[in-house]
């Protein structure tokens, strides 16, 4: 079962809610660990490095200081000599603090090293105490401090170049992270942009597509096709609405086939006593009842009329109600349609010439035969002509014309009246539908569906184009037969 639209919704939501917290998090754990990456650099790397580079400063003078002031006796150097010591010593205790060698040889190191400049600086004031004047002895005093300056020094900067080895290192994976970061960026930003695009394009391809069928479904049943059910199998507001829309379509079947049937047999029924009635007005007209009188002539004229035009309508709705159901007959043999023209002409031209309109005819060069029933394809001349007729001003002209294109037979039927308006052109040929501009005439808009039906039982297509008051040009089509 499909999911409903809301749910599709949500699910889309939430799909896109996951991905994004998913890279967010993913974002937050990379640019955490950038930053204590970072923080580790400053607080350890570079302190350490910054710390080790002064002590060796620091060592350096402190050797070149004692002998100063073991040469010269000056107190000043030895005010010099215990506040620097006081620095060296806070020095050796932050290199020794747990966490800032990198590993317990480090720590070993260090230690000893802060031992042996403790052991230095004591054995110095108790030389400062007991300082001989002997030269050669001070040289030798010299000799034994900066050995052990040198060892300390060596320590420290060993300490030192770690610290540097580790910066860079570090400073390297972290633009290593860094460049992950700006390429993992760009892909987050990628996969959320698809993922963005994608879900809602197969949300709206789903939701255009139980909608095209919707709308083909309304068309069928604006074309009068009650029998056309949508395929929509889903239970959600779209299903639903398919679900109503076929209900409705059928119950409209249901109607227009009572309604079909009821004409049928209304028509069937009137068909026999107009028939007699027709019958007893023709025989009256001839006087075989008895002379008649002027205005008695005159009213039995004008009941024929009016019976003849019942019969017109009753044949109409017959002939509409067989091509709907199926059973109409059509007695299919090959004629030349430039011969069925002619004949047509010869019948249609004293009503054409009583309305005062001319008759153009083009024929189709060569013959052109096709296989119909000879009646009917006459009776849709005789419809589309008499319309053109009608709707032409007196004095003016209407041309027909038989071609040949593409292996089909296109009778064209041309006027130069009032013309249709463009909105009416799509339902001319719906049965019952008149055009605002013919309501008021006779006929009750059956003859233009008679004449589509015939066409496309015939395995042919009809057609119209007009523009008002310019006139009008209907089409038909007929397979040639070969």
């Known amino acids: 079962m499909k999911l409903g639209l809301l749910e599709r919704l949500v699910l889309a939501f939430v799909v896109y809610l996951v991905v994004v917290v998913g890279l ?29 580079d002064r002590l060796i400063d620091d060592l350096i003078f402190m050797e070149e200081t004692s002998k100063k002031y073991m040469l010269l006796k000056d107190e000043a150097y030895l005010t010099h000599i215990v506040e620097k010591s006081r620095d060296i010593a806070g020095k050796w205790n932050y290199l020794c603090t747990p966490g800032i060698p990198y590993d317990a040889q480090e720590a070993e190191m260090l230690k000893r090293g802060k031992m042996k400049w403790d052991d230095f600086l004591a054995r110095f004031y108790n030389e400062v105490l007991t300082l001989p004047q002997d030269p050669q002895y001070l ?31 570090k400073v390297i994976y972290l633009k290593g992270l860094g460049d992950e970061i700006v390429a993992f960026t760009w892909w987050a930003f990628g996969i959320a942009l698809v993922i963005g695009l994608i879900i809602p394009l197969i949300i709206y391809g789903g939701i255009t597509k139980d909608i095209g069928s919707i709308k083909r479904g309304i068309k069928h049943i604006a074309e ?59 025989l009256l007209l001839e006087g075989i009842g008895g002379e008649l009188q002027g205005k008695q002539k005159r009213l ?27 059973t109409l007959q059509l007695n299919l043999e090959s004629y030349d349609m430039n011969k069925i023209i002619s004949a047509f002409i010869s019948e249609i031209k004293p009503y054409a010439d009583n309305k005062g309109v001319r008759l153009n005819v083009g024929y189709c060069e060569g013959p052109c ?15 589309l002509t008499h319309n053109a007729i009608k709707y ?39 049965k019952f539908y008149q055009s605002k501009t013919t309501r008021g005439h006779s006929g009750i808009g059956l003859g233009l569906a008679i004449a589509k039906s015939i066409v496309e039982a015939h395995g042919g297509t009809i057609h119209a184009q007009s523009t008002v008051d310019k006139g009008s040009v209907f089409s038909f089509s007929l397979p040639v037969v070969t």
């Open 369 to 383: 035969s096709v296989r119909v029933d000879k009646n009917k394809i006459l009776q849709v001349l005789t419809n």
């Open 224 to 282: 009068g096709d009650f029998s056309y059910k949508i395929p929509i199998d889903s239970k959600d507001e779209l299903g639903m609405l398919a679900e109503s829309f076929n209900t409705m379509a059928s119950r409209l079947k249901e109607l227009d086939d009572m309604k079909s049937e009821f004409i049928s047999i209304v028509s069937h029924e009137l068909k026999t006593p107009l028939t007699s009635m027709k019958e007893a007005a023709n």
């Open 300 to 326: 039995i004229t004008i009941m024929d009329q009016g019976i003849n035009r019942l019969l017109q309508i009753t044949n109409e709705l017959l002939d509409m109600s067989r091509l709907e159901s199926g």
């Open 24 to 52: 967010s998090l993913l974002l937050l754990y990379v640019s955490s660990k950038v930053g204590s990456l970072t923080t580790e650099i400053y607080r350890v790397d570079y302190k350490k490095k910054e710390v080790t």
């Open 392 to 430: 032409s001003n007196e004095g003016g002209s209407i041309a027909l014309r038989l071609t040949q294109n593409n292996g089909r037979i296109v009778v064209e039927i041309e006027d130069h009246g009032k013309g249709i308006p463009e909105e009416d052109i799509p339902l001319i040929f719906e």
């Open 139 to 169: 040289e030798e005093i010299f000799e034994i401090n900066g050995k052990v300056i040198d060892e300390l020094v060596k320590v420290v900067k060993s300490s030192n170049i770690r610290a540097v080895r580790a910066l860079d290192q």
